[in-house]
């Protein structure tokens, strides 16, 4: 099930993100069409030896050598996908070495710099999403970003959700991504692990009693109006603002 790695004629140069100091971005909105590329960037959402059997399976060694390649190419993998309000979600894969991990930012042309949702990594910070606003994202069929495909936009933005309540149509919508987008041998029993596992941190509980817009009470949540490192208030809204569902 060996997929082969986009070459560099496939790449152009990566939207300049306000803020972001960065390495070499490209897009590669082909990488969305190689099931071994989903395995890398879900990974980090499986916290048990029987989740990240039900992800990896038999193509544990093919995803390790596929991730290298990446990696060593040094260029730094970059989606886009737009929301309303000329709004655009940005993920960046870092492949620099011993500091790779998965950026995801916010940003409006009217901004003076991007705002840092959550970081995928072994620091993890987030979650910078909840489920309505992952899905809302996933499904609005907008133009102009690295896909328009519902699947491709829900697992691309999946590392980046925390939420303590998900609907009970949430395994099937996941499974259903999963099955269009990976070769997993079993994308239900998968799909229901990835969400109540959900990454390093855990679920978070969002909110909007007393603020007036949407906060979680994540530890290590940008989002979280009592840490430390919280955007402020005035940022807290326009994210909020420009994510709701």
């Known amino acids: ?23 070499p971005l490209t897009y590669q909105a082909g990488l969305l069409d190689e099931p071994l590329f989903w395995l890398g960037h879900l990974c980090s959402r499986a916290q048990s030896e029987e989740t990240e059997e039900l992800l990896f399976g038999a193509d544990y060694d093919a995803a390790g050598d596929y991730r290298q390649r990446l990696l060593d190419r040094g260029d730094w993998p970059t989606f886009t996908v737009p929301l309303a309000e000329n709004h655009r979600l940005h993920v960046v894969h870092r492949t620099v070495g011993d500091d790779t991990g998965t950026d995801y930012f ?33 499904d609005n069929e907008l133009p102009g970003g690295s896909t328009t495909d519902p699947d491709a936009r829900l697992l691309l933005l999946l590392p980046a959700f925390g939420d303590a309540e998900v609907p009970d149509d949430a395994v099937v919508r996941l499974t259903v991504a999963l099955g269009a987008r990976t070769s997993v041998e079993a994308p239900e029993t998968l799909a229901s692990a990835l969400l109540a596992d959900q990454g390093a941190p855990g679920p978070a509980r969002w909110t909007t009693a007393g603020h007036g817009f949407s906060v979680n009470d994540g530890e290590y949540s940008f989002r979280n109006p009592a840490n430390r490192f919280a955007l402020s208030a005035d940022r807290l809204s326009r994210v909020a603002t420009a994510l709701a569902p």
């Open 106 to 138: 916010l940003h409006h042309p009217d901004w003076d710099q991007a705002e840092l949702l959550a970081r995928d990594d072994g620091h993890f910070m987030g979650p910078g999403l909840s489920w309505p606003e992952l899905v809302t994202a996933a």
């Open 1 to 23: 099930m060996m997929s082969s790695v986009m070459n560099s004629a496939d790449l152009r140069p990566a939207a300049w993100i306000p803020g972001y100091e960065g390495g």
